[in-house]
């Protein structure tokens, strides 16, 4: 199907004045589209993804297009939800998706599945709203995970404690406010109620401007949030379970919904799991204190597990690292080397080396033990 020429390209000082601009469109936007513009393309923000159709935002309102044109090898190029798109002008039956932008930012975890595949959740989304039940015991491992991802991504992270009315102590919840505070150094965290309140107005403020996306498990109170923020009963919402407070899935795809005070909100369906693709940036950043310890060690490859002069270690026997912190590092860590490593054939042949080597100390160890017990 021949795509209508054109040599019209809107001029720049028409970006602002778009239908699109309450959906993030801007100079930036408008000038990276030039070349789709001069094929006769219209722009158009995609706000949810559904069995290969979407619904996409366009300056004459919103359409249902079919992507069957971008279905690449590449699973981090099929389209998604907060991708600004290029689709067929008005008057075809169907109307494709000719092609995405170049993303600004993108929420990537490793897919499902036990190959390499990556999934993208959220396209060009400015911060990350990591959202965290207190109806349950605080995973802090989880936290941490969620927030690597949300580093990694390239949007801002901020952690909010959700459903902060049950627990009506200041006290304790000043002190997980804290402990949450430590988990994830230099992220803002927020504790926030849709049933009194608590919290929201700041809530409100920050996700006033630009992208927002909602992440958590199922029964954090993401959609009850998204109601809350939106200002309408925009998404469905079910009461968790009493036996165990685990939530059921209620968000079963990704929406992208304008907020009342500008921006716009992602919310997602609750993540049962959250594999790390690509995030040692991510992770470094999760855990910057034991970068810093790092930089202390008498050696540059210090792997943190038995060599002398480790200043991580120290730090754990002296009390200042947490050990569960440190064990949280190293797993996230050895998580995403596996999944780099799976297209990467030199760094599985470097990884199996160091196993080899950790394997031939530990029996050394266990060896020269045994010797001094008998």
């Given at each position: 199907?021949p ?8 001029d ?7 239908p699109?601009v ?7 936007w408008?000038?990276?589209?030039r070349?789709?513009?001069?094929r ?7 706000i949810?993804?559904?069995r290969g ?9 919103t ?6 044109f971008v279905?690449p090898?590449d699973p ?5 939800t907060?991708?600004?798109a ?6 075809g039956?169907?109307r494709y998706?000719?092609d995405?932008l170049?993303r600004?930012?993108?929420?990537v975890r490793?897919?499902s599945?036990?190959?390499?595949d990556a999934?993208v959740?959220?396209a ?7 959202a965290v039940s207190l ?5 802090l ?8 991802l ?6 801002e ?6 459903k902060?009315d049950?627990?009506?102590?200041p006290?304790?919840?000043?002190h ?5 505070g430590?988990?994830?150094?230099g ?8 049933a ?8 409100a ?28 009963e ?5 009461a968790v379970?009493?036996?165990d407070?685990?939530g059921?899935?209620t968000?079963?795809?990704r929406?992208l919904?304008?907020?009342p005070g500008?921006?716009v ?5 609750g993540l049962?799991g959250?594999?790390l ?7 470094d950043?999760v855990f910057?204190e034991i970068?810093?310890?790092?930089r ?10 038995s060599e ?9 026997d002296g009390g200042?690292l947490p ?7 190293r797993?996230l860590q050895?998580?995403n ?12 042949q470097?990884?199996?080396r ?5 394997g031939?100390e530990?029996r ?11």
């Amino acid at each position: 199907m021949p795509l209508p020429a054109s040599s019209k390209v809107p001029d720049r000082s028409t970006a602002l004045a778009s239908p699109l601009v309450p959906y993030g469109w801007d100079d930036g936007w408008q000038d990276a589209f030039r070349p789709w513009a001069a094929r006769g393309l219209v722009p158009g923000r995609v706000i949810r993804v559904d069995r290969g159709q979407c619904d996409v935002v366009t300056p004459d309102g919103t359409v249902r297009a079919d992507t069957a044109f971008v279905v690449p090898r590449d699973p981090m190029k099929v389209i998604c939800t907060g991708d600004w798109a290029a689709l067929d002008p008005e008057g075809g039956s169907p109307r494709y998706v000719r092609d995405h932008l170049p993303r600004r930012t993108a929420l990537v975890r490793s897919g499902s599945s036990k190959r390499s595949d990556a999934q993208v959740l959220a396209a060009n989304i400015d911060r990350a709203v990591i959202a965290v039940s207190l109806a349950a015991e605080l995973d802090l491992a989880r936290i941490e995970r969620f927030t690597a991802l949300a580093w990694e991504s390239g949007a801002e992270p901020l952690v909010v404690l959700t459903k902060a009315d049950l627990v009506p102590d200041p006290a304790t919840l000043g002190h997980l406010l804290s402990d949450v505070g430590r988990t994830v150094p230099g992220v803002t965290v927020l504790a926030v109620s849709s049933a009194d309140g608590t919290g929201l107005e700041r809530l409100a403020a920050l996700a006033g401007s630009g992208t927002t996306v909602l992440l958590g498990q199922s029964g954090a109170g993401k959609s009850t949030l998204a109601n809350t923020l939106i200002g309408r009963e925009a998404m469905e919402v079910r009461a968790v379970r009493d036996m165990d407070g685990k939530g059921r899935h209620t968000t079963t795809t990704r929406n992208l919904l304008t907020l009342p005070g500008g921006g716009v909100l992602i919310d997602t369906p609750g993540l049962r799991g959250v594999g790390l693709w690509d995030a040692g940036t991510g992770v470094d950043r999760v855990f910057a204190e034991i970068e810093e310890y790092a930089r202390r060690c008498r050696f540059q490859d210090c792997a943190h597990h038995s060599e002398p002069g480790c200043a991580v270690l120290a730090a754990v026997d002296g009390g200042e690292l947490p050990a569960r912190r440190l064990e949280s590092y190293r797993k996230l860590q050895r998580e995403n080397q596996r999944i780099v490593a799976k297209t990467d054939a030199r760094l599985r042949q470097e990884i199996r080396r160091e196993w080899r080597i950790r394997g031939a100390e530990a029996r050394a160890a266990a060896d020269a033990k045994r010797g001094r017990l008998r």
